[in-house]
Structure formats: structure tokens, C-alpha cells
């Protein structure tokens, strides 16, 4: 495995009323560290103190302290947490190591309780521990999000190819208005030569001619100014036509919303919360139902109910704070309780024990309807949440769009007014023009009245020309936008397949890492006839919510050989304790390895490691000593003296 960066400072750490400690100051030097002694010696307790100060909550409290106290020196930075008992419950404040412990709970702290090592042993979804600390709700929203991204530059792209199709018939638009131009200034230079020709012939009254000349003026240029008036009217109606389309699209499409209102929303998140906290109680129970299962079925099946330890020397290293350890010897058919400590039947305790068997089943059908329940709101909370913000986005639209509309209704009405006014304007130049025509000047009337709209043809054909020239240029500069645009979107390709292959990336890796370390340990450890334990990535179709998904799952395969050399598979249940313990350790070490917690997290901790012999242990321990800069481990003294001597070593705490 990879071996983390070389740390020369050691850790300090000033310890008070953790565990089972009243005071302890203890300095860490980087490498494997082991905690050597015998049962309530505060090994454990330490470890917790180690965990408080990186930022864990799974420390405890002093029995006889209100008030506990950690402070961490490393690398010239000093982190102090603090424990307060606030009823049953602890709660931690001040600086620590690390902002988020959850992964470093899951994978670095691999006491008794660790819930890595205890999944394995639970038989639990091996892929949803390993992936926990994997935001996937965060990366699907990504996902969307970048899918919209692409999607929007899809559209775009589409425009960008449909308007392009249309640049042919627009530069032979534009090169037609270019030609009819042309022909028109030529026809109205014509126009003005038999115009100059006929004011030649023409002397008198030359006063009113000028003032003629100067009314068909206004006249030509009013006309014009109307038209260029009718054709924004024009666009302006189209452009309100197309605006109140959109508006009734936006009105129908808001209609079909459903309101959110904000306690709605609260109620669903209020009731997530609720569930988790439901989910996280029944896990605990589950836990704590197993391991007493566990340790009672042991004992009856070892038939061994000697006394292991006194009730007064339990200290902190009881599993999850229950004092249910010990059985007195007893016949074979009436056994000293050893809860209650009165002679019972032996089928009592095993009456007992299949009632806490039905409960557990109990308990984990209930989770699984908690998690169904919880799938559900969580969906429903999402489709809210979408709708939710659709809807804000329809609003925000139509509201645009009738103040859009407000202003182009208000637009059209003042031009509608001055084309009005344009209107009685070229009704008193008419007017104007037919009092000063007389049959003397109706020929070079004619011929005016043929240049002016000859003159007011070519402004509207150059007013076309540039509306075109316009267009192909808008369209020109789009296609050159588009190479960017896939670019663009070649990016987002690469990131969506990056997003959607990194949970299966890290589902591989995981699967990887287990199988490659747990090969090389089972060699090193050499367990008879346990041939191969590996887990293998399968796809399961499982309900989610309202829906069936496929899913990935992990399913742990145990390998073992008969005498006669058979392979054959066996189940964790039938695994020895001493085997089960090294399956847990290595699934936490891959779940440390794929979520590279040693670039974030430098203590590793090792705890209850007794149902391994000492010289596994000692091997175990040399197989671990890279991975982490500090390795810490609690060893009974006997366990110890099987490990390196080169290894530190604490005695006394």
C-alpha cells in the first residue's frame, strides 16, 4: 500500500477526565505506537481521548466528572476539546483536528464498537458503509445541473444550424435588394434628366413651381416617415402577438404548479430529521441487540462459565458501556445468570436469547421501513424543492413578459398617435399640392410625384438592405460562436462522465483494496483451510421509494477447503471470532484507503484485538504500520511482547 509522507514532530497530548483518566499528559512519536498492559489500564480511554481531540463524539466522560478536557500540540498548532455532561448525553465544544470526523469514525478509529469492523460481523450492505461518506445526492444535483448546461448549448447549437440554413436565401435577399436598388437610383436619375428637360421649357411662375417643388418635398419625405412608422407599428404588434403567446403558455404552465408553501417544506425536512434520528436509534439498538446475542450464544456453546473479570474491574473496556459479561460455573443443566446471578435453567437463557433473536428481526424490519419511508420523503422533498424552483422561474418569466408587454403596448400607442399626426400631415400636403397644380405643370407634377416614390422606393429597399445585412451578420457572428459553444460542451461531457463513473470509481477501488489486502494478509496469517474471503461488486434491483432501481451491492464471498482439498463457500456466520476480527480491519483499511484518509487524518487507532493470537497480531500490526503517520495501538501485556521491539511503547497512563 502507499505509505503516507515521512513526519518527524511528535504529538502531545494533556488528558483530563476522559474514560477512565483523571490526568495524563502523554507525547506520540510518528510510527507504531503500542498501549501495553492489562484490563482497565485506560488503554482505551486514551484512544477515545486521541479521537475527542481530532474531533469524534465517541468519547466518554469520567463517571465521577462533569467536565473532561483534551488538548492536542502538533506541527506548532494546539486543538482543545471539551466534554460536558448535560444530562445522558455529552456535549463537545472547541477546536479540533478535523471539522468532520465521520469518515475518520468510520475508517481510522477501529475500536471494538468501530462500525466498519462491525458491519462485517452484522453481515450488513458493505457498499453503503463504504460509501456513506460519499455526498451521492450532491453528485446527482451536479449531474442535472451539468445536463441542463449541455442541454442549453445543445439548443443553442440547433439555432445556431437552423439560422445558418437560412444564410443562402438571405445573401441572395441581400444581393437582390442590392440589384433593385441599383435599377431604381438608375430609373430615378433618368426621372430627374426628363424632370431638368421640362423646367427648361417652363419660365413662368416660376415662384409657384419653387413652392410646388418645395410641397412635393415635405411630401415625399412625410410619406416616408409614415411608412418607416407603419412598419414599427407592424413589428410591434407582431412582437405583442408573440409576447401574449408566451404569457398564456407561462399562465397555463404556472397553473399546473403546485403552490409549496414554506411550512410544507419544513414539515417534510422536520420529518426527514425525525426518521434519521428513528434510523439512527434502531441502528444502535440493532448493534447493541447482536453483540449481546453474540456473546451469549458464545458462551453457551462453549459451555465455559467461569468467571472472566469481577464487576468492579470492568474500567473502560466493556463493549458499549453494558456490564453483561461474565457467566459462574455451573452443571449442565442449571447455570448461576450471569445478568442476575441466581441459578436458571440453561433453556432459560436460551428462551432468552431467541426473544432478543425475534426482537432484533423485529428492530431491522422496522429500519427497513424507516429507510423506506425516508426514501420516499426524500423524494418527495426533491420534486417539491424542483417544482418549487420552477415555479419561482415561470413567475419571474411572466412577470418579465407583461412588463415587456406594458411597455410595447404603451410604445404602439404613441405610435399609433403620430402616425396619425403623419396622416393629417399628408393630407394638407395633398391638399397644398393640388391648389398649386395647374394644367401648365401637370406633366413635371407627374414626373415628381414619379421621382418622389421612385425616392421613397429606395429608402424602403436600403431600410430592407440593412435589416438583411443585419441579420447575416448576427447570424455570421453565431457561427463563429459555435466552435466555442462545442468546445464548451465537450467540456461538460468529460465532467458528466467524470461525475457519473466516480461513485462506481470509488465502489471499484474499495472492492480492489479489499481483495488485494485481504490475499496478502491471509497469506501472512495463515489460516487453515480459509482459502480466500473477497468481495464481489454486484447490480440488485431494489425498491426505492416509489420506484425499482438498479443498485450496486457488495456481496462478501468465504472460501474455504475440506480435507480431501473440495473448495467450497462458507458464510461470515461461520467464521472463527479470531477470523471475523481480521475481515472487519481489513474492510476498514480499505474504506481508510479509498477515501485517502491518511492525506487528512494522522492517527490510526487499533483496539480489542484479543480474539486474534499474539503472533497474527504482531503481523497484523507490521502489515498496518505504513499506512497511517501515527499507528496507535491497545495490547494486553501478553499480546505485546509478540510485537517489534523497535515499536514505542507506553506502559503507564
Sequence with gaps: MSTPEEVTNSARFSVENVG??????????????????????????????????????????????????????YEDEVYERTLKRAGDSVQFSGESYLDDSEVADLFAFLLE????????????????????????????EEIQRLETEKDDINDELATIES????????????????????????????????????????????????????RLDDLRSTRSDLESLRQKIESRETSIRSLKQERSELSDELADLPETPMGDMEHLESEIERLRGKRQTLNNDISDLQSLIQYNEERLESEDYEVLGTLEDGGDETANGSVTEQLLEGDDETVVCWTCGSSVEREQIEDTVDRLQSLREEKLSDLSEIKSDLEDLKSDKREAEQKQRRREEVERKLNDVEDELEQRTEQIDSLKDQREELTDEVETLESAVEELESEDFEDILDLHREANQLEFDIDRLESDLDDVSEEIAEIEAMVERAEDLREERDELVDELTDKRTKVGQIETEAVEAFNEHMDAVLDILGYENLDRVWIERIERTVREGRRKVDKSAFELHIVRTTENGAAYEDTID?????????????????????????????FMLLDSLEAIDADRIAALVDYFADAADFLVIALLEEDAQALDDDYARVTTI
Design 20 to 73: 477512565g483518566i483523571d490526568e495524563a499528559e502523554l507525547d506520540i512519536s510518528p510510527g507504531v505506537t503500542i498501549l501495553s498492559g492489562k484490563n482497565a489500564t485506560n488503554r482505551t480511554s486514551f484512544l477515545q481521548s486521541i479521537m475527542a481531540a481530532m474531533g469524534s463524539r465517541q468519547a466518554t466522560l469520567k463517571g465521577d466528572a462533569d467536565e473532561g478536557r483534551v488538548t492536542f500540540e
Design 163 to 214: 439560422r445558418k440554413r437560412d444564410l443562402p436565401d438571405l445573401e441572395q435577399r441581400r444581393n437582390s435588394l442590392r440589384e433593385q436598388i441599383a435599377d431604381k437610383r438608375e430609373e430615378l436619375a433618368e426621372k430627374e434628366e426628363e424632370i431638368d428637360e421640362s423646367s427648361h421649357d417652363i419660365q413662368e411662375s416660376r415662384r409657384e413651381q419653387e413652392k410646388l417643388e418645395e
Design 574 to 602: 461461520h467464521l472463527s471470532e479470531s477470523e471475523r476480527e481480521v475481515v472487519g480491519l481489513i474492510f476498514a483499511l480499505a474504506g481508510y484507503l479509498v477515501h485517502d484518509l491518511h492525506e487528512t487524518v494522522p
Design 113 to 140: 464498537t468501530n462500525e466498519a469492523r462491525q458491519s462485517v460481523a452484522r453481515g450488513d450492505d458493505l457498499r453503503d458503509v463504504i460509501m456513506r461518506p460519499v455526498d451521492t445526492e450532491a453528485i446527482k
